[in-house]
C-alpha cells in the first residue's frame, strides 16, 4: 500500500544497521574496511555494493539521499506505468549540485538556454566560469514560448535548458511542462531548480524534466543547521557513471553531519510546508491592505501575472512573497529595523521569518538604473515566510510598518 507524502518524509529512505540504531545515524569515517583483497576487488568493480571512502559517499548521506528521491518521485509512474524511481545525489552545497549538473552535461563549445530570473549564484557561474570552460549561456524569457522555441531551433549548439521556478528572488514562474515539452521536441535535455518549491509543492519530473536539483540548505533542511544540495536525475544509468563521475572528482560530496541534520529536518517537511504556506496567505493578504505597501508580489493574489502558470504546477503559492514599503529606501531600511520577531538575514526556507531589504544588502552594490530593471525596486522587502504563530508574524509587521 502506498504510504502517504507525510509518511514518506519521516520513513523514506531509512535502513536499520547491525546495532538498530533508530535513526540513521552519523558516520564519521573517510574509509571503509575490506574483509579481503578480493572484496576490495569486487567493491571497486562494483560486483558488490558497499562503502569504499567517504568522497564517494556513506550510508548517513545515502540515506539522507534516498529520502529524498522517494519525495521528488512520490506517487508519478515511469512510461511503463511502474512507479518512476529516480537516482539523489547529495551535494556539499546547491552550488555543487549546479556546478556538477552543468559540467556533466554540457561540453565545450555547446550551450545552455535558461531564463532571465536566475538565483544570483547560478547567474554568476554562467556569466563568470562557464565562458572560461567554452560554454556559453542563451538567454530568454521563458513565459514567450514561441521564443523559446526559435532559440531551441536556431541554436543546435544547446544541450541542456536550465529552468527555475518560482525563481529567486523575483518569485517568477514558467510552465515546466511547456517549456519540457518544447525542448524534448529538439531533443534537449531538462533540468528544474526546485528549491523554491520543495517537492511537496511541486513534482517537476511529474511534467517530464530529466533534472531536478535544490539547494538543501533552505526548505528541505527547514532549520537553518547546514549548507547542502541535491541532483536527481531520472536516468538512474547516466546518474550512476557520469553525473556520479563528475561528482566525486570534482569534490562536491556532502558530508555525514549536514546530511544527518538534512534527513531529519526533511521528516517535518510536509507540516513545516503547510505552515508556512498557510501563514504567507495570511501575511500577503494582511500586507495587501496596508495602507503603507504599495504593493504585493505573491503567487496566491490573482493580480500576479504568473498565478495560473503557479496554480497549474504547484499544489499552493508557497512562503515566499515581497512587497514594496512606500516611502523608498529609507523607509524600506527603518522598516528593518523597527523589527522585533521577524529576523534580518538573507537565505529563505528556515523556521524562522526571514526578512531582508535588497537594496540596502544583497543588491547594494548594483547600480540603481540596473537593479530597477530585474524589479528590485527602493523600498522592496523580501520575505519567507517562517512558522511561527501568525498573530505574531502580523504584529510585528504591522508596528514596524506604523512607525
Ligand atoms: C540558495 C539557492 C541556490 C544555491 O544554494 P547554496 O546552498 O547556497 O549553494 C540555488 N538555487 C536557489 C533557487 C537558491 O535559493
Excluded: W
Amino acid at each position: 500500500m502506498m504510504q502517504g507524502f507525510g509518511s514518506a518524509c519521516v520513513h523514506a529512505g531509512f535502513e536499520a544497521e547491525e546495532h538498530r540504531s533508530h535513526l540513521t545515524p552519523i558516520y564519521a569515517s573517510s574509509t571503509y574496511l575490506f574483509d579481503s583483497a578480493e572484496q576490495a576487488v569486487d567493491l571497486f568493480t562494483g560486483k558488490e555494493k558497499g562503502f569504499i571512502y567517504g568522497r564517494f559517499g556513506n550510508p548517513t548521506i545515502e540515506q539522507t539521499a534516498a529520502k529524498i528521491a522517494a519525495l521528488e518521485a512520490y506517487g508519478l509512474k515511469n512510461t511503463h506505468g511502474t512507479p518512476l524511481e529516480v537516482k539523489a545525489i547529495l551535494h556539499a552545497s546547491g552550488m555543487a549540485a549546479v556546478s556538477t549538473l552543468l559540467f556533466a552535461t554540457v561540453s565545450t563549445q555547446q550551450k545552455v538556454l535558461s531564463h532571465l530570473s536566475l538565483y544570483g549564484g547560478t547567474q554568476e557561474l554562467i556569466d563568470k566560469v562557464l565562458p572560461d570552460c567554452g560554454i556559453q549561456t542563451v538567454l530568454v524569457d521563458f513565459h514567450d514560448l514561441n521564443a523559446v522555441e526559435e532559440k531551441l531551433k536556431s541554436e543546435p549548439s544547446i544541450a541542456l535548458v536550465y529552468i527555475e521556478t518560482p525563481a529567486n528572488p523575483t518569485i517568477q514562474c514558467v510552465d515546466i511542462e511547456a517549456i519540457t515539452q518544447l525542448a524534448h521536441q529538439y531533443g534537449k535535455k531538462v533540468a528544474c531548480d526546485n528549491t523554491f518549491a520543495t517537492p511537496y509543492l511541486q513534482q517537476p519530473f511529474a511534467f517530464g524534466v530529466d533534472f531536478v536539483l535544490h539547494s538543501t540548505t533552505k526548505f528541505l533542511n527547514g532549520h537553518g543547521t547546514a549548507i547542502g544540495g541535491v541532483l536527481l536525475g531520472r536516468d538512474i544509468e547516466f546518474m550512476s557513471t557520469r553525473v556520479t563521475k563528475h561528482h566525486r572528482l570534482l569534490g562536491a560530496n556532502a558530508n555525514a553531519f549536514d546530511a544527518f541534520l538534512l534527513n531529519n529536518g526533511i521528516k517535518t517537511l510536509e507540516l513545516r510546508m503547510q505552515r508556512h504556506c498557510s501563514n504567507a496567505e495570511q501575511v500577503a493578504s494582511f500586507l495587501s491592505n496596508h495602507a503603507e505597501v504599495a504593493f504585493v508580489n505573491y503567487l496566491g493574489l490573482e493580480h500576479h501575472p504568473d498565478a495560473a502558470i503557479a496554480k497549474k504546477q504547484m499544489k499552493h503559492a508557497g512562503a515566499l512573497l515581497s512587497f514594496e514599503v512606500k516611502g523608498g529606501f529609507e523607509a524600506g531600511k527603518k522598516f528593518i529595523n523597527q523589527l522585533q520577531l521577524c529576523t534580518s538575514a538573507v537565505s529563505l526556507g528556515t523556521c524562522d521569518t526571514l526578512i531582508s531589504h535588497p537594496a540596502s544588502t544583497t543588491h547594494v552594490g548594483v547600480p540603481r538604473e540596473l537593479r530597477l530593471q530585474s524589479g528590485i525596486t527602493d523600498g522592496l522587502i523580501r520575505m519567507s515566510v517562517g512558522i511561527e504563530t501568525i498573530d505574531d508574524i502580523i504584529n510585528d509587521l504591522n508596528t514596524a510598518l506604523k512607525k
